[in-house]
């Protein structure tokens, strides 16, 4: 179920914001939060859609993921990072694709 699509948070004075293209509940009992990166690359040149998620990219989606979870109240649900990657028309849904830690 779709909770909020391009979620921002703004950058501050010595570093640059973060967002999240898609937040979703999953179906499950646990009721998991998972944050969603969408890529899109015409073509696979240079590794693709996937790859193109650099460590700084991956930091800025947590940065963003944690200051989402830091609105909620009581505790916080289950959260895992899937990436979308879109090559050409190829599309690949990659279920814990990166972590927090």
């Given at each position: 179920?779709?909770?909020?699509?391009?979620?921002?948070?703004?950058?501050?004075?010595?570093?640059?914001?973060?967002?999240?293209?898609?937040?979703?509940?999953?179906?499950?009992?646990?009721?998991?939060l998972v944050f969603v990166e969408?890529?899109?690359?015409?073509?696979?040149?240079?590794?693709?859609?996937?790859?193109?998620?650099?460590?700084?990219?991956?930091?800025?989606?947590?940065?963003?993921?944690?200051?989402?979870?830091?609105?909620?109240?009581?505790?916080?649900?289950?959260?895992?990072?899937?990436?979308?990657?879109?090559?050409?028309?190829?599309?690949?849904?990659?279920?814990?694709?990166?972590?927090?830690?």
């Open positions: 179920m779709l909770v909020q699509r391009n979620y921002r948070v703004a950058a501050g004075p010595s570093a640059r914001g973060g967002e999240i293209d898609l937040i979703l509940r999953a179906p499950d009992r646990e009721g998991t969408v890529r899109s690359r015409g073509r696979s040149d240079h590794g693709g859609a996937a790859a193109s998620i650099t460590h700084a990219k991956r930091r800025r989606i947590i940065l963003a993921a944690r200051h989402y979870l830091q609105r909620l109240r009581g505790e916080w649900p289950p959260c895992r990072f899937d990436v979308v990657a879109i090559d050409g028309e190829a599309l690949e849904w990659l279920v814990a694709a990166f972590d927090a830690g």
